[in-house]
Structure formats: C-alpha cells, structure tokens
C-alpha cells in the first residue's frame, strides 16, 4: 500500500528517526503511562511508545493510514486503535477516545496519562487545550506542533506572543519548547517550522486556581483586544452584568494605573483580578 499524504487531515509525516526517539524520549515512559497519540499515521512512533508505556490508545481519522498501521502495530497487545476522529468539535474529544483511556487508566493502579503525539497541526490548538480540562487530567504532554503555537504558549507577559493561551498553559502547567525544526524533517514538508513542546502538569498550581473553567472565559474575554486598556477590555467582557462604577470600584482595589493593559499581567494578577469579579459576578459567561 502507497502513501498519499492527505493535506486535509494534516498528514506530515516525520521521516527523521532520531526525532522519532527524541519525542518518546523526552515523554520518559514507564509501565505506569497510558499514553493518547492522536494521528497513528505509519505507526511508527507508537510502535516507539508500546515498547515503554503499560497502555497506548491511539487515533487516526483517515482509514487508509489507519490499514496500514494496523499491519505495523499487529504484534502489540497494549495498543488500542481507534478509527474515528479525535475531536467531536472544537471543545470536546470524541466519546469513544475518552471511553478507551478512561477503561485503560482504570486497567491498572497508579495509572496516569500522557499525551505524545506529532500532533495534525490543523487541530493541535484544540487537542492540548481541551486535555487541560478534559476529565482524565493528563500528567504531561510531549507533542509536536507549528513552532508559532508553542511560542504562544509558553510566551511571558508584554511579549508579543503572550495570549489567553498562554496563560492557560502556565496557570496549570510548566510548558518548555525542546527542540525547533525545520519543514525538511517532515515529508511532505510543512510551510512552517515545528516545535517539539513539553508541557507538565503542575498539580499544586492548578488547584490553586479556585474555578478554571471561569478562569478559562474571564482571560479569553479580557484578550480579546490585549493591547488596548485592559480597563476598556474588563468594561466590554462584564458588559450587561456589572456597570462600569463596578468594574473600576475592582480596577482600584488591585491598584492598576490607568494606563494598564492586559498584556502586561501575569497569571498571578490575573487570578487575583479574576476572583475580584468571580465574588461579584459569579455567573458571568462570556458572550
Ligand atoms: C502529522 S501526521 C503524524 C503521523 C505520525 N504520527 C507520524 O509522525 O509519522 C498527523 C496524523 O493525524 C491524522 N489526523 C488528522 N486529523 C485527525 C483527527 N481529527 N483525528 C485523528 N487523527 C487525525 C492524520 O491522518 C495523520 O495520519
């Protein structure tokens, strides 16, 4: 069976084994892991990380790659394979993905899970945002992605990368770009560079945020216009919920000048300046 590399489905295959090693290295599996890959592909990096972890489920939308990798994959009994797509929309992983890991973390004690993953680069933003707050909390995240997006994540505040995404990431979890890459490693080559990302869990940190899902809405809502006065942008998130004498009564209590803007505030403030609103407005959404 040929390869005819799908551009819809992201398929950008890397031919660059150290890389492969690289990947799988970086994620340091044990017996413990269970490990989510979504985008089988040849199956050439899970069969990589079948060698080490205790449990992979694996996802390949595209059923001519998902054939091939059946054959490759054949002799290992701890791999799950899943033909379907990983995502059922934007926010939310396909049921039958969560089915297969939730059955593969309860297999075991002591169990945890772990994404590695070269990740279709079309759905990476939604695949490791969504695992932050997906209900099997994953340890860490070993994945590779458009080096653009792995700036963003692990961008610090006044940066021009820095974004609700950003602190996303670093409100719950350490993220580290390990290794830059250029199209040539992928076949066929991608119009942009790549990044090997590791992001890992920092349970303390996360459960210091009170309501991450508020948390998640407040800071997309306040960057939407990050540049702008983050008193302009506060005013235009609580719109209809709180009147502007509301909002600068809080914008005083964290003694911000006026001229502050969003982009300036780390995820410390933010929290602070969240829970400031979340006590006065606890069920504000965003619009
Ligand atoms: C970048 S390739 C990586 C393939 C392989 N892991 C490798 O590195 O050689 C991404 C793979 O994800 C698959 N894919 C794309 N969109 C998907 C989706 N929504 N759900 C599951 N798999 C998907 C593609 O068909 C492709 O095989």
């Known amino acids: ?15 660059d084994l150290n890389l492969h090693r ?21 199956g050439a990096i899970t069969q990589l990380i079948a060698e080490r972890a205790g449990a992979v489920v694996t996802v390949e939308i595209d059923g001519h790659m998902f054939d091939l990798a059946s054959e490759m994959l054949l002799d290992f ?10 995502l059922r929309n934007k926010n939310n992983f396909n049921p039958a993905v969560s ?8 297999a075991a004690p002591n169990r945890r899970l772990k994404l590695v993953a070269n990740l279709p680069y079309n759905i990476a933003t939604p695949i490791l945002s969504n695992l932050l707050s997906w209900e099997h909390s994953p340890h860490s ?9 792995g700036e963003r994540m692990a961008a610090q505040p006044w940066s021009k990368d820095y974004s609700a995404l950003s602190v996303w990431f670093q409100c719950q979890a350490d993220v580290e770009i390990v290794r830059v890459m250029p199209p040539s490693v992928f076949w066929p080559e991608p119009k942009v560079d790549s990044a090997i990302v590791k992001v890992v ?35 235009a998130a609580m719109k209809g919920t709180l009147d502007k004498a509301q909002v600068d009564e809080v914008m005083a209590e964290m003694g911000f000048a006026e001229d502050a803007r969003t982009e300036q505030l780390d995820v410390a403030t933010l929290l602070k300046l969240t829970e400031l609103f979340r006590r006065r407005a606890p069920d504000w959404t965003m619009s």
């Open 77 to 86: 009994d701890n791999v799950t394979m899943l033909h379907v797509d990983a």
């Open 201 to 235: 869990i920092d349970p303390a940190r996360r459960a210091a945020v009170p309501d991450l899902g508020y948390f998640h809405q407040f800071t997309k809502a306040i960057f939407l216009h990050r540049r702008k006065f983050l008193r302009a942008n506060v005013v």
């Open 141 to 149: 995240m070993v994945a590779t992605i458009q080096k653009e997006l």
């Open 1 to 15: 069976m040929g390869i005819r590399p799908a551009t819809r489905h992201g398929q950008n295959f890397l031919i």
């Open 22 to 42: 690289l990947i799988v290295d970086t994620a340091n599996l044990d017996e413990r892991d269970v490990v989510l890959e979504v985008g089988t592909g040849t």
């Open 99 to 106: 089915e297969a890991v939730g059955a593969q973390l309860a």
